[in-house]
C-alpha cells in the first residue's frame, strides 16, 4: 500500500506576509487547519504588519516558475491558488508554468492591502485579466477587485451578479465568486456563477478580525478542491471557515487583526478535551459519591468545565452534566450526558470568573454549611462571598444576571482569587457554595480536601 496517495497537497503561488495575517502564511495555516499538505512558490517578501506595508521585494520570474516546477514534478500539486502576484512578469511566468500542469487553480486577485497598500501594480492589471483570469478553475473577487475585473460599478447584489457572470463569460474563467462583506446588507453575501447558474452564500454578518480574509477564504477553497471535493461544496466549508475565523479572530497589532485559521481545529480538539476530562471526572464523583451526599442541594449539582478563555463566550461554550448531579441511593448520579450548554447558573458564573483570572475554566456547586466554610479556611482556601439582598435593582431586572454581578462583587471583595465563593440564598432561593479550579479535577482535589 502506498500511504502517500492519502495526503493531498495543494499550492499557493503568492507573497509572504511577515505579520503572518495574509498571504503564503495565512494560506499554509489554512492548508494545516484542513490537513492538507501545503506546498509554495513564493512570489514577494513584504515587510508588513497589521498597520502598513514598509517594502516589497519581487522574486524574479524565474525563481517563481522554478519553485512550481520543483513541487509539482516530484510531490505533484491537487489543487492550487495565487495570491498577491505583484507584476506583469511574474504573472506571465506563473501563466506559463501552471499550464504545463493540470491541477485546478483558484485565483484570489489580491490588488490592495487591507492597510491601503497597492500589491498588484497598475500596468499590470492586463496581464492579470489576459493571462491568468483565462486558467482560473475559480476567480474569488471583493467588490473593489470584481469592480477592476469587470469593469461595472457594483452597488447591489444584481450588480455582483452581473459581474460574475463577466468574469466568467468574457474573461474566461470557469466561475467566479464575487464576495459580499463590502456591500451594504444585512448578511454577508456572496454570489457565485458556476455553470450557467448563480448560487448564493450566505453567513451573518460576525465582528472581528479581517486582515487576511480573501486569502484564507480562497485557501480554504483549494484546500478542499486538493481533498476531492466539488466547487459548490468546497466554497460552503470555507464559507464556514473564514466566518469562524473572522469572529474568533486573532486580536495582535494595533491595525486589522488578522483571521485565526487555527480555531477551525482547535475549538472541535478544545472541545473533545474539556469533554474527556469532565467525564471522568464525574465519573470519580460518583465513585466517592457516599462523602458527597451531604453536601447536596436540593436544587441538585452541576459540574462545568469551560472552553480556553479566547473561545469561551456564551454557557454554549461550557460543558456540563445535562438534568445535572442528584442524590441516587447512598451515592450521586449524573442525570444526563456531558453537553456544552448543560448548565446555565455555573456557566455564567465560570464565565464571568474567567473575566478576571482566564485560567480559571471549572466549577462545581454544593449545598451552603458553616462547617464547609469553616473547613475551606483551615484547609488555607481562599473565600469570598456575596448577598443577594444587596443586588441593584437594574441588575435584578436583568435576566440572568445576578450570577455574573455576584461573581464579580466576591471577586473584588477578596484580595487574591477565590477558590471559594458563597452566597446564603434569598427569597425561594436556596444558599450555595460553589467551588473554582483550573479544571475538573483541581475542582475534584479541592472538593476532597473539603469533604473528608
Ligand atoms: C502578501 C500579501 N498577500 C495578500 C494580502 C491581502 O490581504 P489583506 O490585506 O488582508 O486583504 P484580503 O485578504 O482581505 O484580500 C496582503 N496584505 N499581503
Ligand atoms: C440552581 C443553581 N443556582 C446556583 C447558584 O450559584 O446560585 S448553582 C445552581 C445549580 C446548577 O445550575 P446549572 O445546572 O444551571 O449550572
Known amino acids: 500500500m502506498d500511504a502517500r496517495k492519502y495526503v493531498k497537497t495543494a499550492l499557493t503561488i503568492a507573497g509572504s506576509d511577515s505579520g503572518g495575517g495574509a498571504g503564503i502564511e495565512a494560506d499554509l495555516k489554512t492548508f494545516s487547519a484542513f490537513g492538507v499538505h501545503g506546498l509554495v512558490a513564493i512570489i514577494s517578501v513584504t515587510a508588513q504588519n497589521t498597520q502598513e506595508v514598509r517594502a516589497i521585494y519581487d522574486v524574479s520570474p524565474e525563481v517563481v516558475a522554478k519553485q512550481i516546477e520543483a513541487v509539482a ?6 489543487a492550487a491558488k495565487t495570491g498577491m502576484l505583484s507584476n506583469a512578469e511574474i504573472i506571465k511566468a506563473v501563466a506559463r508554468t501552471v499550464k504545463k500542469y493540470e491541477f485546478p487553480l483558484v485565483v484570489d486577485p489580491v490588488m490592495i492591502a487591507k492597510s491601503g497598500a497597492p500589491l498588484l501594480r497598475e500596468d499590470a492589471m ?12 475559480l476567480v474569488t473577487p471583493n467588490k473593489p477587485e470584481a469592480e477592476k475585473l469587470s469593469g461595472i460599478k457594483i452597488e447591489t447584489l444584481e450588480d455582483a451578479k452581473k459581474a460574475a457572470k463577466i468574469i466568467v463569460e468574457e474573461l474566461g474563467a470557469k466561475a467566479a465568486i464575487v464576495k459580499g462583506g463590502h456591500l451594504n446588507l ?4 456572496d454570489v457565485l456563477y458556476h455553470a450557467g447558474k448563480f448560487r448564493e452564500y450566505r453567513a451573518p454578518f460576525v465582528e472581528g478580525c479581517t486582515h487576511g480574509t480573501g486569502c484564507s477564504f480562497s485557501a480554504a477553497i483549494t484546500a478542499n478542491l486538493a481533498k476531492g471535493k466539488g466547487l459548490e461544496e468546497a466554497i460552503k466549508v470555507a464559507k464556514e471557515f473564514i466566518t469562524m475565523g473572522i469572529f474568533y479572530g486573532a486580536r495582535i497589532g494595533k491595525g486589522h487583526c488578522p483571521v485565526n485559521q487555527n480555531v477551525w481545529i482547535e475549538i472541535p480538539a478544545e472541545k473533545w478535551r474539556v469533554y474527556e476530562s469532565l467525564t471522568k471526572a464525574v465519573r470519580e464523583l460518583e465513585r466517592i459519591g457516599d462523602r458527597i451526599l451531604p453536601h447536596v442541594p436540593e436544587v441538585g449539582m452541576n459540574f462545568v468545565y469551560a472552553l480556553p478563555r479566547l473561545y469561551a463566550r456564551t454557557p454554549k461554550d461550557v460543558a456540563g452534566v ?7 441511593g447512598n451515592t450521586v448520579k449524573a442525570v444526563g450526558s456531558i453537553e456544552f450548554g448543560a448548565s446555565s447558573h455555573l456557566a455564567r458564573a465560570v464565565l464571568k470568573f474567567m473575566e478576571f483570572y482566564p485560567e480559571i475554566r471549572s466549577a462545581l456547586n454544593l449545598r451552603y454549611s458553616r462547617g464547609l466554610i469553616d473547613r475551606a479556611q483551615k484547609n488555607g482556601f481562599k473565600v469570598s462571598f456575596y448577598d443577594r439582598r444587596e443586588e441593584p435593582e437594574e441588575i435584578k431586572a436583568k435576566e440572568g444576571a445576578t450570577i455574573p454581578w455576584g461573581i464579580e462583587t466576591a471577586i473584588k471583595r477578596l484580595s487574591g482569587r477565590p477558590d471559594i465563593i458563597y452566597h446564603l440564598g434569598d427569597w425561594e432561593k436556596e444558599a450555595m457554595v460553589l467551588i473554582f479550579g483550573e479544571s475538573p ?12
Open 73 to 78: 514534478d516530484d510531490i505533484g500539486v491537487d
Open 186 to 189: 444585512s448578511e454577508a453575501v
Open 322 to 328: 445535562k438534568g445535572r448531579i442528584v442524590r441516587f
Open 126 to 137: 492586463d496581464a492579470l485579466i489576459e493571462y491568468i483570469i483565462p486558467l482560473a478553475t
Open 441 to 452: 479535577e483541581d475542582v475534584l482535589r479541592k472538593l476532597k480536601m473539603l469533604t473528608e
